[in-house]
């Protein structure tokens, strides 16, 4: 039986590929796990239905026969777990592999998904610049201490991980602000990410998406 994943009907990101159901289809395309997308209105999230899936409305969600998940980091373990090549098979290196999972989803997106806020939503305020200037900053610290630890290296601890495929679909968050710009490590680490056939098939399917709801206005 093939998984179901949700997805928005009519992306907010303008068929760029940063909704999180885009890390759900990129890690089913690096195991060759073929699947189905179920797409929601916004107001079909809040509907009791879907809050069955996620009791927070939101997407991605996962089912697979009587297994039902939220959150895409979760969904993304369950996929690495279930199938191989995307956790290491060495127990220490697939323990540090899930730690740098971790790191992305609570160190790296926070400050990153502020800046998104800040920018969409505070522009206005007589505090945003002071504001701005707090959250690149943490963004910054973040950045560097990235940077420092991939060097030259192609991936975060040894080959392509889940925490590889997690932490560069979070930093794609930021193009177009320029702060990638300032640490090129990190820079040439989110293009090497965003080059693996894997991550081009589900950045198709996703945008595919996008276009058909603009088809339809």
């Known amino acids: 039986m093939k998984p179901v994943i949700t997805a928005f009907e ?10 999180r159901d885009m ?20 107001a079909a999230m809040k509907a009791p239905a879907h809050l069955r899936l996620h009791p927070f409305g939101q997407i991605p969600t996962y089912e697979e026969g009587d297994l039902q998940l939220f959150e895409s980091g979760a969904i993304v373990l369950h996929i690495a777990q279930k199938h191989r090549g995307l956790l290491p098979t060495e127990e220490n290196a697939r323990a540090r592999a899930i730690a740098w999972m971790f790191a992305a989803l609570n160190s ?40 420092h630890h991939l060097g030259d290296a192609d991936w975060l601890d040894g080959g392509f991980s889940a925490a590889d495929l997690l932490m560069v679909t ?5 193009h177009g602000t320029g702060l990638l710009d300032e640490f090129p490590f990190v820079a040439r680490y989110v293009a090497r990410g965003e080059a693996r056939p ?3 098939r589900a950045f198709d399917a996703q945008r595919a998406v996008f276009l058909a709801s603009q088809r339809q206005k």
């Not at 890390?23 to 916004?42: C, P």
């Not at 502020?114 to 610290?141: L, T, Y």
């Not at 979070?170 to 930021?174: D, H, T």
């Open 10 to 19: 009519a992306s907010p990101d303008g068929g760029q590929g940063l909704a």
């Open 23 to 42: 890390r759900v289809r990129w890690a089913l395309e690096e195991v060759g796990q073929s699947y189905d997308v179920r797409l929601l209105s916004f």
């Open 108 to 147: 790296v997106e926070p400050p990153i998904f502020d800046h998104d806020i800040a920018m969409i939503i505070d522009q206005d305020k007589s505090w945003h610049h002071d504001r701005m200037v707090v959250v690149e900053g943490r963004i910054r610290d973040r950045l560097r201490v990235l940077s």
């Open 170 to 174: 979070v930093l794609r968050m930021l």
């Open 198 to 200: 894997a991550y081009l």
